[in-house]
């Protein structure tokens, strides 16, 4: 029996609209974006924002593998983030 690890720095994301390993590679090197509310104010604003990068796909259901700059909080697990669409290669 082994025990189950979980890395922070790799998670993985089901994008809307995504079913397929075909549809999930348009998404590739796109950056993603955590979004969450601090308790103090930085810079006028109390929302802070994680950036990571969609890396590669993980299985056949169109599930991809982000990297994330920083580690993602437990409470960022099962989350909603948002993917940009940029950089682009159109």
């Known amino acids: ?4 690890n979980v890395y922070p720095t790799c998670t993985l994301v089901k994008i809307e609209g995504v079913h397929t390993k075909e549809d999930a590679r348009w998404y590739f090197g796109k950056k993603i974006a955590y979004v969450y509310k601090g308790k103090k104010e930085i810079k006028n604003s109390k929302f802070r924002v994680m950036w990571g990068k969609v890396r590669r796909a993980h299985g056949n259901s169109g599930v991809v593998r982000t990297k994330w700059n920083k580690n993602i909080p437990p409470r960022a ?3 909603s983030c ?3 669409m940029y950089p682009s290669s159109i």
């Open 77 to 79: 697990f099962g989350a």
């Open 82 to 84: 948002r993917v940009m």
């Open 1 to 4: 029996r082994s025990k189950s």
